[in-house]
């Protein structure tokens, strides 16, 4: 691992972001020396060959859901009415425009424009798969006509290492690192038991993260969003710093996010009761809730755009879902130890009373019902029927401890994460020097 990361760090210097393969060491393989003299062709017969051969082009594209066999073909930088012809009727070749858009198509064609050989790549068939495999389309011309077949491959994993500051929102932070959004919600999710995502990130705030990405033939995957599963990341809220790694412990094959001391980051309440995204990150509250007029204002206000799901914090019971005068459509969560939520101005209910739910559980949407002036979650949480402070809550909830049979390979986890990491953190030193 330290041969590659130090590979890496020398592309880090040009983009600040980079890839470093889950290949075994070089350095570490067993080393052979294999002496053999090769027959050198004579110049002649090699400018002869090379005559004879057709200067051949391949190009990469994406499938878009507007195409047609011809416009795929031409932004490919072929002309071929036959190929055309093949992609429209062959049962196989027409796959390549059926379904999602998206699709990694590799195109070798002569000079002419005519086709050789269209090589597809999209998501493999069987759901199960998909996380690991992939589908590779191979469409080759023989003679005069061609022939189409499809096997499944897997998917290759590449470690990422990306670092960013806050300086106007996560996204533009994510943005600037080149990180995919679906990486930027896992983060928010990895560190969800410990900031508040909505309310709490502050300007000069930093993370270092490590991902997975996934490929296809060594190319990174066109399909959702092209990535794994986080890693591991550091996160600096408000001058105080809180790490997590995913552990999968060989026993018993299950994987959650753990802090370095082997915490589970798992806790009986999330910070907020909405999912961190793009939409909810950029919406600012432009307007002045109502409530604070009407009566003493003990909860938290979330703007978020109609609609955004709202989710249960925590295990719990449904205790009351319906409708309450000021609150509009709400929806109260009953959870152990005389603890309550609760959801309102919800544009939808989702739930039930007495419905048993699970923490992360959509239980309905943002919405304006009741008094509030524009669409906004107002949550609150009560302890014993009395208002408090719900990141208090969520913080001082218990966490789970790593079981004693797993810490030896936590602990070599947590090093080998911890290199990369600080690979990531200098990575951030190139990117803040422009
Ligand atoms: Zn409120």
Redesign the pocket.
């Known amino acids: 691992m330290t041969a590659s990361v130090v590979g890496v760090l020398s592309c880090f210097a040009v983009t600040a972001f980079g890839i470093a393969p889950l290949a075994p060491d070089a350095a570490a393989l067993p080393k052979r020396t294999v002496i053999e003299t090769l027959a050198t062709p004579s110049i002649e017969a090699q400018l002869d060959e090379l005559a004879a051969h057709h200067v051949a082009l391949t190009r990469s594209e994406a499938t878009r859901s507007s195409d047609t066999p011809d416009s795929l073909l031409k932004r490919a930088g072929a002309f071929d009415p036959a190929a055309a012809a093949f992609l429209r009727a062959d049962p196989l070749a027409r796959r390549v425009l059926q379904g999602r858009a998206g699709k990694m198509v590799h195109l070798t064609a002569d000079a002419s424009g005519q086709v050789q050989k269209i090589v597809v790549r999209f998501p493999a068939e069987k759901v199960e798969q998909q996380g690991s495999h992939f589908t590779r389309l191979m469409i080759e011309r023989n003679g005069a006509g061609f022939s189409a077949r499809t096997e499944t491959a897997p998917l290759q994993a590449q470690v990422a290492l990306g670092s960013g500051v806050i300086r106007t929102s996560l996204f533009a932070a994510t943005d600037d690192a080149n990180i995919p959004d679906a990486i930027a919600s896992q983060m928010a999710d990895m560190f969800s038991g410990d900031i508040d995502f909505h309310r709490e990130l502050r300007k000069g705030d930093r993370f270092s993260i490590v991902y997975e990405t996934l490929t296809a033939d060594g190319e990174p995957i066109t399909w959702d969003g092209g990535v794994g599963r986080l890693l591991a990341g550091e996160f600096t809220n408000n001058g105080r710093t809180y790490s997590a790694v995913w552990f999968k412990d060989n026993a018993s094959g299950k994987g959650s996010f753990y802090g370095f001391d082997g915490q589970s980051k798992r806790r009986a309440f999330l910070a907020s009761p909405m999912e961190f995204s793009r939409i909810t990150s950029g919406f600012a509250m432009r307007f002045h809730?109502i409530?604070q007029t009407w009566r003493q204002?003990n909860?938290t206000?979330y703007g978020a755009p109609t609609g955004t799901a709202v989710r249960s914090v925590g295990d719990g019971v449904v205790e009351m879902a319906g409708w309450q005068n000021g609150f509009g459509n709400v929806v109260h969560v009953r959870h152990s130890g005389d603890r309550t939520t609760v959801y309102a101005h919800l544009s939808k209910i989702d739930v039930k009373k007495g419905q048993r739910i699970e923490q992360g559980q959509r239980i309905g949407a943002v919405g304006a019902t009741g008094w509030a002036t524009g669409p906004h979650l107002?949550f609150e949480f009560r302890v014993g029927g009395r208002h408090m402070d719900p990141r208090v809550i969520a913080r001082a909830s218990e966490a789970v401890t790593l079981p004693n049979y797993a810490k030896a390979q936590f602990q070599q986890t947590v090093a080998s994460v911890k290199t990369q990491l600080s690979v990531a953190e200098t990575m951030d030193g190139v990117s803040a020097a422009d």
């Open positions: 809730p409530l204002h909860g206000d107002h």
